[in-house]
């Protein structure tokens, strides 16, 4: 998990620095796709320093990359891009579920009762 929060912080800063070649009309998608690399790198810094804390948190992750890919299935023809985020976020779906079970990734769940409001 470290090493992918790693990667996708390096991933992050170097969609800040291409923002100076994007064209106006990518300029949003570009940016919403930036910042969630952002979001995603302490997503997984957390799961490597915390992982059986926060319940819901690998599922989350783990939802968001399966719709990623599927998403990417479906469009495998449609765009250029299609086939490297496919590819990227398949081996995502693989690695997080691999760590998920090695780190048990369920058992947040168990103590859950302390989360709620009531």
Known sequence: ??????TTLLVFANG?????????DRL??????????????????ILARWPRRIPGLWELLLFHKLAVTTLGFLAWDATAEAQEVTAVDLALVVLT???????????????SERWRSD
């Open 16 to 24: 800040l620095l291409q923002w100076g070649d994007t064209p106006p």
């Open 97 to 111: 579920s691999v760590a998920y079970v090695l780190c048990r990734g369920w058992q947040p769940w168990r103590g």
């Open 1 to 6: 998990m470290a090493v992918m929060a790693v």
């Open 28 to 45: 949003i998608v570009e940016g919403w796709r930036t910042f969630g690399f952002g979001v995603f790198a302490g997503l997984w810094a």
